[in-house]
């Protein structure tokens, strides 16, 4: 007889990251925060910052100290564009990379856009306890991402495992 699990929402921060978008164009945030709350999870908080490592550095390390934030989700930055720096940012703030994370959207992107998928550096891992996702700036890379990749991965009722159930391990030393 199998137990039925239960569902656990989450804390998800959303950073979108543009430097031209604002709150009333910004269609790829809107997107994940959509997706996010379809779902049943809390957006915890959102946040636009310009394409700049500091600036993305700075308010995904706040998030990451922050033991109410379980999850962040990025958007923007992640081409090969001079301006394109979130993997540059994120990478430093990294305990561990999920390599599989941006294989596999990749796989999946080219589903869609075929070898344009080349461009996107999307990344995942996880620092000090909190997962991070971070994504191209297309709301479709966003809709591909979440409804193809993450949400069932940030679904504690996915078999035959997901990555929330590994949340009370994640800061074993």
């Known amino acids: 007889m199998s137990v039925k699990k239960t569902f656990i929402p989450l804390y998800i921060a959303v950073l979108t990251i543009s430097d031209s978008r604002t709150e009333v164009d910004d269609t790829s945030g809107n997107t994940l925060a959509d997706h996010i ?26 998030w990451i100290a922050d ?14 564009t001079g301006r394109d720096g979130t993997p540059e940012a994120v990478t430093p703030l990294l305990d561990k990379v999920l390599d599989g994370f941006g294989e596999i959207f990749r796989m999946l992107s080219y589903q869609d856009i075929k070898t344009s998928t080349i461009q996107s550096r ?27 990749l993450i949400k069932d991965q940030l679904d504690s009722r996915t078999k035959p495992c997901n990555l929330v159930q590994l949340m009370p391990r994640l800061k074993e030393k």
């Not at 379809?38 to 706040?62: L, M, N």
């Not at 033991?67 to 090969?80: K, L, S, Y």
């Not at 990344?123 to 193809?148: E, K």
Request: hydrophobic share 40%.
């Open 37 to 62: 709350a379809k779902a049943g999870h809390h957006i915890a908080e959102r946040k636009i910052v310009a394409d700049d490592i500091y600036q993305i550095r700075a308010v995904i390390s706040d």
């Open 122 to 148: 999307a990344l995942s891992g996880v620092a000090n306890g909190t997962y991070i996702f971070c994504l191209p700036g297309s709301s479709g890379a966003c809709r591909t991402a979440w409804d193809d």
């Open 67 to 80: 033991n109410t934030i379980n999850a962040v989700v990025t958007t923007g930055g992640t081409g090969v």
